[in-house]
């Protein structure tokens, strides 16, 4: 058994529930098959093995710690690690051949990626960050731009970053300050501040190219007077060398998990010459950077489903091995004890964390999939694609990451005190995990998002095509007998979560919007858990014709039957809280506006 994730599910859901293979059909992908695909998931795993899972704990013994001159000092061994993940292309894969990329689906690619999260999740920042800043760049900058920076970022030479958040303006984009002054030269002069950095200026890489966000003086007010800027702290210079372009890093934060990832602050233009790079338009800088923004929610949303499943494997793994305890039954104290895993309440504890890491995780391939889906389509199955694509991104990093966290703490829980200890990984997995509800915007952002523009995007596509996608799945199980009041069930909180939109809606149509926006996190609550019942079904259906087929070449009739046994436990203890959640959205009594701030104390 992997001691941080299971190659066997992640072949089940490759192959069997989302059929990967259906994408080498397509030119862009047509160089793979399925062996080779499975070949490059193995050589993640090999890498994360022998590199990354040591050192899990090393580096939250010894996290990334400010110099106290302009850098951040971090374990030697995160740039071996960085390296090694260049040389074998997990930073510039899935880039396309004429980037020097190898061109793979992102399905295949962000396998490789979860692997890494699951195995040490302070590491596989550093590489998304540098493959998202790159990617930006290629699909944005200019040809230039593209060979200065793009090949030593994938080569594991220079980092990527991205640098959105200011001090007096946190997740509020509109609000930012930082300047660019325009100058007769191909570059702009930046003076100001951006926090919570991650990658950071650490020590494990030469250069740092900081994609940045920033306002050309003159600019209009708000996000539509934002542009996107290169800045490396070292600037290339005619002659090939490199020249400290103003970029200071005044700190980094000290975090309560992820403490081997850099987070840092960093000053622009303290000695008036740092020197920015416009990429594409002034003033479309936000409208780039939501492509690495989206991408970088689907990427922590499937962090925070690696991590749920680290945690879910280390403690099934303390569940086989601890004995404690008697069954309720037995009155023999000379009977040896029983292991854990044989007491129902640790059942439930475990099958609590592996319904949401397991689904979260589908999801998560789901997500990738459509991205993948959008990117070799054309016309109106592209724009369908697409609109499928947005509406799950913030559903899969807000139901990851929120859920994730209690499957995390459910992991410390079934351990008991030993999972309070150091001694064991459960305890700063959980720790880790928390972060994730944070980056690429809160849990209240995500559901501002969902409810306030994805819902209602195009007239309520969105919503409708996603509706049709989980129909087409509540047919298929229909084909089998016992899964028919699992397909009634999920088809009734389909039906539930109308009834609320339509309920919300009248608030919008009178021009209410904060009270159609108050809960938008409840909304959220309720939308992950039929989603997710969405991706259990989709598991149980596919593990039902394994059984029907008597297919057992690839995984056991008990992984199929598990897999049903795990939808089943969640229409039964998760899915529920959809109800619940409906009952709090048209509840007429609002709560959450009050205007004396007394009522706090």
Same mark, same amino acid.
């Given at each position: ?6 190659m ?9 529930? +989302?059929?990967?293979e259906?994408?080498? *059909? ?17 050589s993640a ?11 899990? =704990? ?5 996290? *990334? ?9 971090? +374990?030697?061994q ?5 390296q090694g993940a260049?040389?074998q292309?997990?930073i ?8 020097g ?6 399905m ?5 990626q979860h692997?890494?999260?699951a ?14 800043a790159? !990617?930006?760049?290629?699909s944005?900058?200019n ?16 980092q ?10 946190g ?26 950095i991650s990658?950071?200026q650490?020590e494990? *890489? ?20 934002i542009?996107?800027?290169i800045?490396? =702290?070292?600037?290339p210079t ?11 890093c005044?700190g ?13 602050h ?7 010459? /740092? ?18 923004m989206?991408?970088?929610r689907?990427s ?6 690696s991590v ?22 037995e009155?023999d ?11 129902? !309440? ?22 990738? &999939?459509?991205?993948?889906?959008v ?13 499928l ?7 899969v990093?807000?139901y ?15 351990l008991?005190?030993?999972g309070?200890?150091?001694?064991f ?7 880790? @995990?928390k ?11 995500q ?12 007239? %309520? =596509? ?15 199980s229909?084909?089998?007998e016992n ?8 088809d009734?909180?389909? =039906?539930?979560?109308?009834k ?10 009178? %021009?209410?919007?904060?009270?159609? @926006? ?9 939308a992950g ?8 079904? &989709? ?13 057992? &070449?690839s ?14 436990f ?10 619940a /959640?409906?009952?709090?959205?048209? !509840?007429?009594?609002t ?5 004396t701030?007394?009522m706090f104390?």
């Amino acid at each position: 058994m992997s001691r941080y994730t299971s190659m066997g599910f992640l072949r089940y859901l490759l192959f069997d529930v +989302h059929h990967v293979e259906s994408l080498f *059909a397509y030119d862009k992908f047509s160089h793979l098959d399925s062996e080779q695909a499975w070949m490059i998931i193995e050589s993640a795993k090999q890498l994360a093995d022998q590199e990354m899972y040591p050192f899990f =704990k090393v580096f939250d013994e010894q996290p *990334a710690t400010y110099d106290g001159n302009g850098g951040v000092k971090t +374990h030697p061994q995160l740039k071996k690690i960085i390296q090694g993940a260049a040389a074998q292309s997990w930073i510039g894969g899935s880039a396309k051949f004429e980037h020097g990329g190898m061109q793979l689906p992102e399905m295949i690619f962000n396998t490789g990626q979860h692997i890494f999260q699951a195995a040490n999740n302070s590491v596989q920042g550093y590489l998304g960050l540098s493959t998202g800043a790159a !990617d930006l760049i290629t699909s944005f900058g200019n040809q230039k731009q593209i060979d200065t920076y793009v090949p030593p970022i994938y080569e594991g030479r220079w980092q990527g970053t991205m640098a959105l958040t200011e001090p007096q303006a946190g997740s509020s984009l509109s609000d930012i300050i930082t300047t660019a002054k325009k100058t007769d030269k191909e570059y702009y002069l930046v003076k100001g501040q951006k926090i919570f950095i991650s990658g950071g200026q650490h020590e494990a *890489a030469d250069n740092f190219i900081h994609l940045t966000l920033a306002r050309i003086e003159g600019a209009p007010a708000g996000v539509r007077g934002i542009s996107l800027f290169i800045i490396p =702290k070292f600037r290339p210079t005619e002659d090939g060398s490199l020249c400290y372009n103003d970029v200071h890093c005044a700190g980094d934060f000290q975090k309560m998990g992820q403490r081997g990832y850099s987070t840092t602050h960093l000053s622009f233009g303290d000695n008036d010459d /740092c020197r920015a790079f416009l990429v594409g338009e002034p003033h479309k800088g936000l409208s780039y950077m939501f492509q690495m923004m989206n991408g970088a929610r689907i990427s922590v949303g499937q962090c925070a489903a690696s991590v749920a499943m680290a945690a879910y494997q280390a403690s099934l793994q303390y569940c086989l091995e601890r004995p404690q305890g008697r069954s309720a039954s037995e009155k023999d104290p000379t009977i040896a004890p029983t292991l854990i895993i044989n007491h129902a !309440d640790v059942q439930r504890m475990l099958f609590t964390q592996k319904s949401i890491a397991e689904g979260s995780l589908s999801l998560a391939l789901e997500c990738n &999939k459509l991205y993948d889906q959008v990117h070799v389509s054309n016309g109106e199955e592209k724009e369908n694609y697409l609109l499928l694509l947005e509406i799950l991104t913030p559903i899969v990093k807000t139901y990851a990451s929120e859920q994730g966290s209690r499957s995390a703490a459910l992991a410390i829980q079934t351990l008991g005190g030993y999972g309070f200890t150091t001694d064991f990984p459960v305890q700063q997995l959980y720790r880790d @995990l928390k972060i994730m509800s944070l980056y690429e915007g809160t849990t209240g952002i995500q559901s501002v998002d969902l409810l306030g523009r994805k819902v209602t995007m195009q007239n %309520g =596509k969105a919503v409708q095509l996603l509706m049709n996608s989980i129909t087409i799945d509540l047919k298929a199980s229909n084909d089998f007998e016992n899964l028919a009041p699992y397909s009634n069930a999920l088809d009734l909180e389909l =039906k539930r979560m109308a009834k609320v939109l339509i309920h919300l809606s009248g608030f919008a149509m009178k %021009g209410d919007i904060e009270r159609y @926006l108050s809960d938008a996190t409840v909304f959220m609550e309720m939308a992950g858990h039929i989603i997710i019942a969405w991706q259990w079904l &989709k598991m149980a259906v596919v593990a039902a014709q394994k059984i029907k087929d008597a297919n057992f &070449k690839s995984n056991s009739l008990e992984f199929y039957q598990g897999k049903i046994h795990t939808m089943e436990f969640f229409f039964k203890y998760e899915l529920p809280h959809s109800e619940a /959640c409906a009952k709090t959205l048209e !509840d007429p009594h609002t709560l959450t506006n009050v205007k004396t701030y007394e009522m706090f104390q």
